[in-house]
């Protein structure tokens, strides 16, 4: 049985307080929402916090508040997340992902802003202690670390899935982030020197160690959805290994706006599960000013699936993932135009 290491505990009384925790604990500090990314990760050794930070208790974090849009509490639980009627009618995007995400155990578990802060993954890194030392550990959590997880490679270790690579390649792999990108959503964050708003997009690198942008003191507190508009529509499609529960190889997350004549007005299509961070696609400006036809769909799909580089650390045949992207891509804008085809 694999067990956590000690550590001490911290049942923040309020947003104020946990960021001055988080501050004042540096490296050695770490949240803890639903902890079903933290925990498994502590037993594995991936982190080693001397101290977490509890708040998916904290009542501010747990608010779902509709005023100009929806904003939704990072410690909302996905499966809230997922059941909220005005999600559900106007952001049926992030509905669906929300709710594909692992299991109703762990939905119930996890929260929004854990979700968003998700570590990435790769198979020579998801492995029990005992297995990534048999191979000497990974440049994203070294030996020199005890095979913890750090931020920035210290030149001792190498990356197994692309052995010359000076970077590590390990996936996003958080399914709420696309959607909620393709949604335009904004995020709130908090630290002991105040509070700013990001497009969510911004929260994240393309880099398997440094994912997140923010500062190691700052967390997120709420994410804000613009008014949800009956002229958005929105989808999510997701390829896993089992239909029943599995992280994504591979997801889509599109939003398109349609004006007169069933124009395409606004479009904003997202990859997940394809890089270190979710893909916006920088050609959906291109679906705008035409309805969605069949070549439209097809020609954007290729440019779409060009982008999807999947490399050898997670499920599937590479060439068969990429293959996919476009397939999923497709099927998903043939699904906002109203075509009556089947959900994978
Ligand atoms: C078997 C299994 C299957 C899973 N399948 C999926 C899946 O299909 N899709 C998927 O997306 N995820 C999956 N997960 C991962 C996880 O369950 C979810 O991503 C969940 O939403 C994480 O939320 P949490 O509240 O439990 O995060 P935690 O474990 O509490 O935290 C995760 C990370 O986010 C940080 N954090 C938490 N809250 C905040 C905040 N407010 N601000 C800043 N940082 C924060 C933590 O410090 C930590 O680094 C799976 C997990 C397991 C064990
Ligand atoms: S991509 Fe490379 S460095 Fe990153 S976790 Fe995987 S093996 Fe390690």
Redesign the pocket.
Known sequence: MMRVPAFQYYRAPSVRDAVAALRDGGAEA???????????NLKRRQQNPALLIG??HLPE?RQTTNGAGLTLG??LR?ADVADDPRVRAHYPGLAIAAG????PQ?RN???L???L???TRCNYYNQSYEWRQAIDFCMKAPASTGGQACTSPDGTGICWVATSSPRCWAVS????APALIALGARVTLASADGRRTIPLEDLYANDGMAYLTKRRDE???AVHLEPGDRSWRSTYRKLRRRGS????VLSVAAAVRFGKESAVEEARIVLGAVASWPVLVPESASLVGKPLTDDAIEAFAEQASQLAKPLDNTDFALGWRKKMARAYVSGALKELRGDAVRRP
């Open positions: 770490m949240l803890l929402a639903g902890g079903t990314d933290v925990v498994p708040i998916g974090l990072a410690c996905l594909k995400v692992a299991t762990l578990m996890g929260t802003g854990g979700n802060c998700l570590d792999s958080t399914d709420t967390m997120v507190t529960f599995d992280f994504p």
